[in-house]
T-cell receptor
Framework: EAAVTQSPRNKVTVTGGNVTLSCRQTNSHNYMYWYRQDTGHGLRLIHY???????QIGDVPDGYKATRTTQEDFFLLLELASPSQTSLYFC?????????????FGSGTRLTVL | AQSVTQPDARVTVSEGASLQLRCKYS??????LFWYVQYPRQGLQLLLK??????VVQGVNGFEAEFSKSNSSFHLRKASVHWSDSAVYFCVLSEGGTNTGKLTFGDGTVLTVKP
């Protein structure tokens, strides 16, 4: 069973604050993804990576940076958090990036920006 | 551009009843289609997927889905629902054959199963 662990589970910060969300997968998957989930929008892709040191831009990247430090670890950085970034964030991984790959999701981080 | 529409934001059924959750897609290429389920306070989990062959695909926990190219649909079905099936269900479309790893998610359908 693929395992994807996110931390923290919940985070509250203020406008302009600096936030780092962490994700670790222990299945030697090549691809890792950061999504945000908002009511009425499903999941939207922020950034993804296909290996350590690689970063690809997703569909809603503005205001976010990401870094893949190792095969296992993928971080999402909000350097100047804004209330519009209040959301539920999911990390996911997959072995490949081919169209029929299954994604394995973490349990999510709920971020509130006051 | 590809898109996914789940026309029913909320569905309520009684335990033991049959279920159909609707999904319509738009894709200019080969569609790869998935249904994921999100239980309360959990991440999404794969129920089933389709990318070729028999248009009816079987998934976990008695779920199945039928792909229709002519109707651009991928509806999810279950013959008899259980209270534990209460969750949010997402229909997902992938750009087939490419190596972008990018998916398009529907907005989700909240399923409530009444005892």
């Amino acid at each position: 069973e693929a395992a994807v662990t996110q931390s923290p589970r919940n985070k509250v910060t203020v406008t302009g604050g600096n936030v780092t969300l962490s994700c670790r997968q222990t299945n030697s998957h090549n691809y890792m993804y950061w999504y945000r989930q908002d009511t009425g929008h499903g999941l939207r892709l922020i950034h993804y990576s296909y290996g350590a040191g690689n970063l690809q831009i997703g569909d809603v990247p503005d205001g976010y940076k990401a870094t893949r430090t190792t095969q296992e670890d993928f971080f999402l950085l909000l350097e100047l958090a804004s209330p519009s970034q209040t959301s539920l964030y999911f990390c996911a991984s997959s072995f490949g990036g081919w169209g029929a790959e299954t994604l394995y999701f973490g349990s999510g981080t709920r971020l509130t920006v006051l | 551009a590809q898109s996914v529409t789940q026309p029913d934001a909320r569905v309520t059924v009684s335990e033991g009843a049959s279920l159909q959750l609707r999904c319509k897609y738009s894709s200019s290429g080969t569609p790869y289609l998935f249904w994921y389920v999100q239980y309360p306070r959990q991440g999404l989990q794969l129920l089933l997927k389709y990318y070729s062959g028999d248009p009816v695909v079987q998934g976990v926990n008695g779920f199945e889905a039928e792909f229709s190219k002519s109707n651009s649909s991928f509806h999810l079905r279950k013959a008899s629902v259980h209270w534990s099936d209460s969750a949010v269900y997402f229909c997902v479309l992938s750009e087939g054959g490419t190596n972008t790893g990018k998916l398009t998610f529907g907005d989700g359908t909240v399923l409530t199963v009444k005892p």
